[in-house]
């Protein structure tokens, strides 16, 4: 039981600081003499303007003192990550073991769409930070996308593999890596930036869920997974409208429930009176305030 602890901090703490190993070998491929400063980096960059889209060399560079702060935090929040986890859902403290979970946990895939839409919305959380650390915007999304990649994997295996409440979901995993595509692929295709993920409650979470996040039937039942389209026309492309999808386990079956809303997000909402406060608040966007309707 000690050794599977202890190898999972080993583990997770590995994945937290695993990009700065990705930085470290950009910075090794340049010259010497500008390793001590900068690393440089010039790429054509596509940036949109006004829902348009319009080609710039623009020139990037990579701080290693910031790097060391994103070590820093990333070790950090890992650690209070790991305990937080074990006492949401369980120690890591039991054999491997695989686990049912596309039709064995009784949640009707709600499971498996939280991951997804998680995973989706991490990617593009994750991209400012390593904007700030220097990387350019495309770039910053294929190591936001693979942090969160690897982030997600190591939950799965070992954290939850060794959990004798869990187990190692296969098809959990996969969907973490769908939404990690879905995100870094919508990047690249701008037909495709006016959808979006999110997720709505029912009821607040912390009120609803008894560690902030769904860990049982009743607690899942109470999230809306919604595919979101928002207009291309600027003066209301802070509404979005949305297909949402939730169960219901007060039935002698998991019911399955199927919702049609209109709603917007708090970064979108105030984007319209400050865009500097909308991009500092942007991590909300993933959670979707609407009002909806289910369909019967």
């Given at each position: 039981m000690i050794?599977?602890?202890?190898?999972t901090k080993i583990?997770?703490t590995?994945?937290?600081?695993?990009?700065l190993?990705l930085?470290?070998q950009v910075a090794?491929?340049t010259?010497?003499?500008s390793?001590?400063?900068l690393?440089?980096?010039i790429?054509l960059?596509?940036l949109?303007l006004?829902h348009r889209?319009?080609s710039?060399s623009?020139?990037h560079?990579?701080h290693s003192?910031?790097?060391?702060?994103f070590?820093?935090?990333n070790v950090a929040l890992g650690?209070?990550g790991y305990?937080?986890?074990?006492?949401?859902w369980g120690t890591?403290?039991?054999?491997?073991?695989l686990?049912?979970?596309?039709t064995?946990?009784g949640?009707a895939?709600n499971?498996?769409l939280?991951h997804?839409?998680?995973?989706?919305?991490?990617?593009?959380?994750?991209?400012?930070?390593?904007?700030?650390?220097?990387?350019?915007p495309?770039?910053s999304?294929?190591?936001?996308?693979?942090h969160t990649?690897?982030?997600?994997?190591?939950?799965?295996?070992p954290?939850?593999?060794?959990n004798?409440l869990?187990?190692?979901?296969?098809?959990?995993?996969?969907?973490?890596?769908v939404g990690?595509g879905?995100?870094?692929?919508q990047y690249?295709?701008p037909?495709?930036?006016n959808f979006g993920l999110?997720?709505?409650?029912?009821q607040?979470?912390?009120?609803?869920?008894s560690?902030?996040?769904?860990?049982?039937?009743?607690e899942?039942d109470?999230?809306i997974?919604w595919l979101?389209?928002?207009?291309?026309?600027?003066?209301?492309?802070?509404?979005?409208?949305?297909?949402g999808y939730s169960?219901?386990?007060?039935q002698p079956s998991v019911e399955?429930?199927?919702?049609?809303?209109?709603g917007?997000?708090i970064?979108?909402?105030?984007?319209?009176?400050?865009?500097?406060?909308?991009?500092?608040?942007?991590?909300?966007?993933?959670v979707?305030?609407?009002?909806?309707?289910?369909?019967?």
């Open positions: 050794e599977m602890r202890a190898l583990l997770l590995g994945l937290l600081v695993a990009p190993s930085l470290a090794d491929e010259p010497a003499v390793k001590d400063k690393v440089r980096q790429e960059d596509t949109r006004n889209f319009q710039a623009v020139q560079r990579v003192q910031r790097m060391l702060w070590a820093v935090g650690t209070a305990f937080w986890s074990q006492e949401a890591s403290s039991g054999s491997f073991h686990k049912k979970d596309w064995g946990d949640l895939q499971d498996e939280s997804l839409i998680i995973a989706y919305n991490f990617s593009y959380i994750l991209q400012p930070v390593y904007q700030w650390l220097g990387f350019s495309s770039k999304m294929t190591f936001s996308t693979m990649a690897v982030a997600t994997t190591l939950i799965e295996y954290i939850d593999a060794h004798p869990q187990g190692f979901g296969t098809s959990d995993l996969i969907a973490n890596y990690c879905l995100a870094l692929g690249h295709l037909a495709l930036r999110k997720i709505s409650f029912k607040a979470p912390w009120v609803a869920n560690h902030g996040v769904a860990g049982t039937a009743k899942f109470n999230e997974m979101t389209f928002r207009p291309v026309h600027k003066r209301i492309d802070f509404i979005h409208f949305g297909l169960t219901n386990h007060f399955r429930e199927y919702y049609l809303g209109v917007t997000s970064p979108d909402a105030v984007n319209i009176v400050s865009p500097k406060v909308a991009r500092w608040i942007s991590p909300l966007r993933m979707y305030l609407e009002l909806h309707r289910r369909l019967k």
